[in-house]
C-alpha cells in the first residue's frame, strides 16, 4: 500500500455534483413539507373539480363542444396554477424562511455559488411539478378532458413558466423579509388567480386591462397551454416569448439582488 492512500484530499466537489446533490435535498424537503403540498397539489386539484362539475364558468365561444368543454377550457389553466403554486408561492415562502432562519447564510459559507443554488432550487420545482403535471392531469382525464397538440411545445411552456415564476419566487425571498414574502406571495397568487386567465377567461375583462393581463406569466403560460392543448396549435411564440422575457429578468434579478442573509 503506498504512502498517502487515506490522505483527506479538501476541497469542493465538481460544480454539477453540488447541484444534483443540492436538487435532491430541496426535493426532499419540498415533498415534505405539508402545507405546500396542500398549495399545490390539492387547491389546482379542487379547482379543476369543482369548476368542471358545476357550471359556474361561461366557456368562451369557439371552445370545444360536448360534455367535456368546461375542462377542456380549465384543465390548461390549472395546470399553469400549479406551476405558478410551486414555482412561486411555495417556492418564495420555503426560500424566505429559509434565509430567516440562517439556513441560507451557512449555504453561503459553502462553496456552492448563489446561481448554483437557484438552479438546484429550480430543478426541484421541475421534479414536483411532473407529480402534480401526472395527478391532475389524472383527474382531467376522469373528468372527460380530451387534450390536442404537440407534447413538446407543452413541455417547452411549463418549462419557460417554471423559469419565469422561479426567478420571480427566488427574487422576491431574497429581498423581502420572510413575513413580507408570506403575505406578498399569497396576495399575488390570489390576484393572478382570479386575473391570469386560470378561471376567468380573459375576453371577459375590459379590453384595456385585458392587454395589460396577456402580458402576466400565468396569462401566457394559461393561454399558451390552452391554445395547444385546446385548439391544437402548434407552437405557440407569443406565449413562449412573454414566459421568456420574464424568465430572463426574473432569474438574472435574483441572481443579481438575492441576499444569503
Known sequence: MSIGTYTPRPG?????????????????????????????????????????????????????????????????????????????TGQAIATGFERRYGVLKL??????????????????????????????????????????????????????????????????????RAEATLAAANLVFLLLLVGGGVIVPLDKFPEAVRSVLGLLPISALSDGLRDVLQHGAAVPWSGLGILAVWAVLGLGAAARFFRWE
Do not use: C, Y
Not at 460544480?15 to 430541496?26: D, G, H, K, N, S
Open 12 to 88: 469542493a466537489a465538481p460544480l454539477p455534483r453540488m447541484i444534483a446533490a443540492q436538487t435532491v435535498f430541496e426535493t426532499k424537503m419540498l415533498l415534505r413539507n405539508g402545507e405546500q403540498l396542500l398549495l399545490t397539489v390539492i387547491i389546482p386539484a379542487l379547482l379543476l373539480v369543482l369548476f368542471s362539475s358545476v357550471d359556474i364558468i361561461t366557456v368562451p365561444v369557439g371552445t370545444a363542444e360536448g360534455p367535456g368543454r368546461s375542462v377542456d377550457f380549465l384543465a390548461p389553466g390549472v395546470l399553469a396554477l400549479a406551476v405558478m403554486s410551486t414555482a412561486f
Open 107 to 176: 449555504l453561503g459559507t459553502s462553496p456552492l455559488p448563489r446561481w448554483a443554488l437557484m438552479t438546484a432550487k429550480t430543478l426541484s420545482v421541475l421534479v414536483t411539478e411532473v407529480l402534480q403535471v401526472a395527478l391532475l392531469t389524472a383527474i382531467a382525464f376522469g373528468l372527460g378532458w380530451s387534450p390536442h397538440g404537440s407534447p413538446f411545445a407543452v413541455f417547452l411552456l411549463l418549462v419557460l413558466g417554471t423559469a419565469a415564476f422561479s426567478g420571480l419566487g427566488l427574487l422576491m425571498a431574497g429581498t423581502l
